[in-house]
């Protein structure tokens, strides 16, 4: 009853009923269903690959658990509410078609190689080296990116629902408390289980997860049917829109006369201009097609469902399945983004304006620093941002530039903001101190914000919604634990010790749990920090490091048998270099003016992939037709494994793959 009085109106007593006996019964069954079924010792292949017994309908339920979490759920649907609207969308459209390729092309060889995980294959197709590379440099990716990724997301939706609650003594509201809670729920969860305990509460998670998308698309679009069309007007970039065409409008076709004004201002579009930072149509040829692959089909955390397959038949049905459920990914997740700021645009200029009040202390205090603000924040606030703007003049002691008087916000704040990143810049060269860039919207908070305002209190409902949104962060983190423990005690532990038994690989294995999940707790905090872009963006960027060269090595691994073993070692170690070349490179004053690194550094994330991968082909090309192996490498071959495929998938795979065509169509 304590904890129920001081929540007071945020959630009811039924409500967190409903929320802990999910939770509980999810995590339980996991936990139960994973445990010893066999006389004596459980071996690491129980712990690590679920005795690889897992079913079709187990690994796709638990590869779109794993993989749908509050990165989507609150980074994804931010970026939605922001410019990019349904464009986001390309990630999981054409994750399906990534997918079929996998469950046909690189599924067949891994599983006839009888891998734990996925840089074993590197051992045996090229060498030992390459195998601890690509281990060490996923596991630091893997704990201090995508895994304090999630649990800052996980952490983020608690807080927007429960700022200003106390709960023994802890502020609910708080991000760091948030961070520690879902952590050390997962660590303990995926410590005890395994991949097992992972797998089967991914089957009710995965469930109640697209159930509960659902809920709240449904729940979205009735209030778009019942908002104030003067409001909903002021969202609009559709300049001939009017008041009395919205109120004529039924919800859907309101939502389509929002948000369809032409590119770039329309965010019903899937092609993005070509200067767009995130995703240019040039993304969708070849930049957007590297993390897909990457993350589907050679990414531990996620191929570990399929290696843990009870054959290649019931492995390949189980990605197919994934692949038709990603295509209703977007209808549950992008599309209550862009509905979330038609609704509640001033709720996340609220959240703004909280994140906002912890930089502007610092010119409170009138500290020698320059204020970094973006266009929206111009818009939302002017006068405070000419007030910064003539501040920053006057730390840098330079004469005020001249800039129209933002009278007409929308015309003039871009002016304004342009303005301001120079002296940003000049502050930046001279090495005089700049604050975290001020924003006008907290668009990660786009989904919490939903949450917080279309779920009615007391009746269970929002306990079920918020439980989904939560068993998806303990899937996701509890899958991500679980794959960055194999890697090391399979990968680097096994090197160090050749003579470890199941037990101590085991041991090792839970006390990676704990270790990795409290870096990531430390590390997770930070990532609200503005410059971070979002959460969603700064996960893909910082893939960009490993994922195209890991990428090349595999596809000439796997489709050109006179690749020589070194490559491998080549791949791994050019493309962090190139990719930092084209990152950072402006910054380095002896080749910041070269025009191919200015060219390059200026695009997109995705773009940057696209060229460095193009550049591996071509070199790791060039030193396979110098250097050709002159016999075939041989592979271990897993003889216990039914290695017939599937008929029935490949032809559901061909359904989803025109399935993805005829959407993108649509939205063209």
């Not at 991500?480 to 010790?497: G, H, P």
């Not at 038994?501 to 503005?530: Q, S």
Request: aromatic letters at 12%; one cysteine or more.
């Amino acid at each position: 009853m304590k904890m129920i009085a001081a929540l007071g109106g945020q959630i009811g007593g039924l409500d967190i009923f409903v929320f802990l006996a999910f939770v509980a019964s999810v995590i339980g069954l996991g936990l139960w269903k994973s445990r010893k079924t066999h006389e004596g010792e459980k071996s690491s292949e129980d712990y690590f690959l679920a005795g690889r017994g897992l079913s079709w309908w187990l690994v796709g339920f638990s590869l779109i658990a794993a993989n749908i979490s509050t990165e989507q759920f609150v980074g994804m649907s931010g970026k939605a509410a922001d410019w990019l609207g349904m464009a986001i969308a390309s990630y999981e459209w054409m994750a399906a078609i990534t997918l079929v390729v996998v469950a046909f092309i690189f599924l067949p060889t891994f599983l006839r190689c009888g891998i734990y995980t996925i840089p074993e294959f590197l051992e045996h197709r090229y060498n030992k080296f390459a195998r601890t590379v690509m281990a060490a440099a996923t596991l630091i990716i893997l704990v201090g990116v995508p895994t304090a990724s999630v649990i800052f997301s996980g952490a983020k939706v608690i807080c927007v629902n429960f700022q200003g609650v106390m709960f023994m003594g802890l502020d609910m509201g708080s991000i760091t408390v948030g961070c520690w809670i879902i952590g050390l729920l997962a660590a303990i969860y995926v410590f005890i289980g395994g991949l097992g305990a992972c797998a089967w509460a991914d089957l009710i998670q995965g469930s109640a997860l697209i159930l509960g998308g659902v809920i709240i698309a449904v729940l979205a679009f009735n209030a778009l049917d019942k908002a104030d069309p003067n409001e909903l007007l002021k969202t609009s970039k559709n300049d001939t829109l009017t008041v009395q065409q919205l109120e004529e409008s039924g919800p859907i076709d309101k939502f389509v006369k929002l948000n369809d004004a032409p590119v770039p201002e329309g965010k019903l579009h899937m092609v993005r201009e070509i200067d767009d930072p995130e995703i240019p149509w040039t993304a969708l040829v070849l930049g957007l097609w590297i993390p897909n692959f990457f993350y589907w089909g050679l990414n531990q955390y996620i191929m570990q469902r399929t290696l843990g397959s009870k054959s290649l038949a019931q492995g390949q049905k189980g990605i197919v399945f994934a692949a038709g459920m990603k295509l209703i990914i977007p209808f549950i997740v992008v599309i209550p983004g862009i509905l979330a700021f038609n609704l509640y645009n001033s709720d996340l200029n609220d959240q703004a304006t909280i994140k906002n009040d912890k930089v502007l202390v610092h010119f409170t205090a009138q500290e020698s620093m320059v204020f970094n603000f973006n266009n929206e924040f111009v818009e939302t606030a002017p006068e405070k941002a000419n007030e910064l703007f003539a501040y920053n003049a006057g730390i840098l002691n330079v004469e005020l530039p001249v800039v129209e008087k933002v009278e007409d916000v929308k015309v003039n704040a871009l002016a304004l903001s342009k303005a301001n990143s120079e002296l940003v810049k000049q502050a930046e060269e001279a090495n005089i101190d700049v604050s975290d860039r001020l924003i006008g919207y907290d668009y990660d908070s786009a989904f919490p914000t939903l949450l917080k305002n279309l779920l009615p209190v007391g009746n269970g409902l929002k306990g079920f919604v918020l439980a989904a949104i939560f068993g998806a962060v303990v899937s996701s983190l509890a899958s991500m634990l679980n794959s960055a423990s194999t890697i090391f005690s399979m990968d680097i532990y096994t090197k160090i010790n050749k003579k470890a038994t199941n037990k101590e690989l085991i041991t090792v294995g839970r006390i990676c749990v704990l270790v990795f999940v409290l870096i990531a707790i430390f590390i997770a905090p930070n990532l609200g920090k503005p410059q971070f872009g979002g959460i969603f963006t700064f996960i893909q960027e910082f893939q960009g490091f490993i994922s195209p060269g890991i990428l090349t090595i595999f596809l000439f691994g796997l489709l050109w048998a006179r690749t020589p073993r070194f490559v491998g070692t080549v791949g791994l170690f050019l493309q962090p270099c190139l990719y930092g070349l084209f990152k950072f490179g402006t910054s380095i004053p002896i080749i910041k003016n070269i025009g191919i690194i200015q060219t390059i550094a200026a695009k997109s994330f995705l773009d940057r992939m696209a060229y460095c991968m193009i550049i591996l082909v071509v070199v790791l090309a060039v030193l396979t037709l110098l250097f050709p192996m002159k016999d075939k490498v041989t592979m271990p071959h897993n003889v216990d494994m039914d290695m017939t495929s599937s008929k029935g998938a490949k032809i559901w795979g061909i359904v989803v793959c025109a399935l993805t065509l005829v959407l993108y169509a649509i939205f063209w």
